[in-house]
């Protein structure tokens, strides 16, 4: 199964910094990537698809890039309403695998 | 409007199997995939497997052998059947578009 190395497991950072999270593939995954947010006792909330693409109502501080086999998950100017855990998702081979989180929270 | 909503027993008996049901409304089956996640509290989210929209199904290979994902195109309903639970199937189980989620079900495995 293809493994997704997320990191950092941790971010803390202060409202209106720049943060990036990485996932890094460990086969090749075109831009079968998925980002979500999930806040405490909230369902996973899709934040970007095909690896780049903005999903619906995501604000446009969000955004998703990719480089070879590692993947960026970037947040402009940070707001209180980010601090969330974000989790990666491969979805190209028949099996799907998420990335272990990392957990954006004020310094 | 797409929605999805799972419903099941909030608590099983260890070894005993775990059955829970995917309501989506807003699309057809046919059309769209949906699978199954599950988190235990305080982790991350696990993938278990997925009903293709043409009635094929994916599991994750460390649930496969005990793991069966189904559907009633006609009821627009999923269904998820996982025996041998034990306590560390504990969590909440979400259904899933990938895009959209459903509210998940808190299952408890516990004597």
């Known amino acids: 199964d293809i493994q997704m190395t997320q990191s950092p497991s941790s971010l803390p950072a202060s409202l209106g910094d720049r943060v990036t999270i990485t996932c890094r593939a460990s086969q090749d995954i075109g831009n079968y990537l998925r980002w979500f947010q999930q806040k405490p006792g909230k369902s996973p909330r899709l934040m970007i698809y095909?690896?780049?693409n903005l999903a619906a109502g995501v604000p446009s501080r969000f955004s998703g890039s990719r480089s070879g086999s590692d993947y960026s998950l970037t947040i402009n100017s940070l707001e209180s309403e980010d601090m969330a855990i974000y989790y990666c998702l491969q979805h190209n081979e028949y099996r799907y695998t998420f990335g272990a989180g990392t957990k954006l929270e004020l310094k | 409007q797409v929605q999805l909503k799972e419903s099941g027993p909030g608590l099983v008996q260890p070894s005993e199997t775990l059955s829970l049901t995917c309501t989506v409304s807003g699309f057809s089956l046919t059309s769209y995939s949906v699978s199954w996640v599950r988190q235990p509290s305080g982790k991350g989210p696990e993938w278990m497997g997925r009903m293709w929209y043409d009635g094929d199904t994916a599991y994750n290979s460390a649930l496969k052998s005990r793991l069966s994902i189904s559907r009633d195109t006609s009821k627009n309903q999923v269904f998820l059947k996982m025996n041998s639970l034990q306590t560390d199937d504990t969590g909440t189980y979400y259904c899933?578009?990938?895009?959209?989620w459903g509210q998940g079900v808190m299952v408890t495995v516990s004597s």
């Open positions: 899933t578009t990938g895009h959209y």
């Open positions: 095909g690896a780049t």
